[in-house]
């Protein structure tokens, strides 16, 4: 890819048919207003990509979890379990949401919860038991020891956003986020067309997860379930599909390049509904420098060779939503990194080429 590509061109010629991503789109917001570079196709042989594809969203799910935990003005100091109180014993009894934000509860990454394992049989379309189950896993490493990104956190997180604003999470993300936002082709699955790029075929990645053991070694007797067909519209996460019904505070998501750079432009501080204090607490960096509350931390180069600070978050299907708030600048980069191959291609120089654009703008 030619280091002059402009954001759209960058966009274009990153389309691959044969490896994936087959779609793509990127939307930069600037003073209110949005610019959209679409590419390729939602599948071989598919729809042309536009403005209005909706792609799955995958992990981006946790920035609307995240600002939801924002919006309702949570005490993040509070134990977790004074809200779930499936979530506790032994160490858990000290995990505030202030550590799932930072991730740094000692949880497991990623469990298959809709999978019989060593812990308990599957869990299959029932939230509620899908958190007990997640809450009641023993953690993996010392609270506060580390920083190890957790799925499991977000499902918890999103538990909790449900239990105070007394609905459930559907309901609390279209009430809390999407529809002060007025984002109207934001939400949970799942969701219908031809206008809606293509993920993998089925579960392939996640059964080679478990399968190999690799990156988690989870202690699986058997997985009940397994999709085998190409996932349009459907979440991809196997949690969030088979364990959560397709709603969780992790994972399930769909929305356009621009709607998805508007839920990060929240982190501009221009929100009568997140007001500058509450954006500031959830902007700065933790214990780790890379990691804020519920958000990345990251740093471009501007035209002039000054470093800026990026908030951001990606998803595992090829999206990511990034912030520079001393620029003005959200943007979103959706790809279907899993498709046609269901292997992930690896869309980080991409990444980085559009962020680099991103800032000139």
């Not at 389309?15 to 071989?44: C, F, Q």
């Not at 559907?170 to 009430?175: Q, S």
Request: hydrophobic share 40%; charged share 20%.
């Amino acid at each position: 890819m030619p280091e002059p590509c402009r954001p759209g061109e960058a966009v274009t010629c990153a389309v691959d048919e044969r490896r994936g991503p087959t779609a793509l789109s990127l939307a930069v917001l600037h003073g209110g207003s949005a610019t959209t570079y679409p590419a390729g196709r939602t599948a071989l042989g598919g729809a042309p990509v536009g403005p209005s594809t909706r792609f799955d969203l995958a992990s981006v799910t946790k920035v609307t979890t995240t600002l939801a935990v924002m919006r309702l003005r949570l005490d993040l100091d509070r134990p977790v379990r004074s809200v779930l109180p499936s979530f506790a014993g032994g160490a858990k009894d000290s995990v505030t949401p202030r550590d799932l934000l930072l991730h740094r509860a000692g949880l497991w990454e990623w469990w298959p919860l809709y999978a019989d394992a060593s812990d308990g049989p599957a869990v299959l379309g029932d939230p509620g038991a899908a958190v007990a189950r997640a809450a009641a896993l023993p953690l993996r490493y010392r609270p506060d020891s580390g920083r190890h990104y957790s799925d499991l956190g977000f499902q918890l997180l999103g538990a909790i956003v449900a239990a105070v604003h007394g609905t459930d999470l559907r309901t609390a993300v279209a009430d809390l986020v999407t529809g002060p936002l007025g984002l109207r082709r934001t939400g949970y699955g799942p969701v219908g067309g031809p206008d809606v790029a293509v993920t993998s075929y089925g579960d392939a990645w996640e059964r080679r997860m478990i399968a190999t053991g690799s990156p988690y070694p989870v202690a699986v007797r058997g997985v009940p379930v397994s999709r085998r067909h190409w996932l349009a519209g459907e979440v991809n996460d196997g949690n969030a599909h088979h364990a959560f019904g397709g709603v969780a505070g992790h994972a399930g998501l769909f929305g356009t390049a621009e709607e998805t750079a508007r839920l990060g432009s929240v982190m501009l501080g221009e929100h009568p509904d997140w007001p500058p204090p509450v954006v500031a607490a959830f902007s700065a960096s933790g214990p780790d420098p890379s990691q804020a509350l519920g958000w990345r931390r990251s740093s471009i180069t501007t035209a002039s060779g000054a470093a800026v600070t990026v908030l951001g978050h990606p998803g595992f299907t090829g999206t990511e939503v990034s912030v520079a708030p001393s620029l003005g600048l959200s943007w979103a980069l959706l790809t279907n990194r899993l498709h046609p191959t269901s292997t992930p291609v690896d869309v980080s120089a991409l990444r980085e080429r559009v962020a680099r654009r991103v800032a000139r703008f």
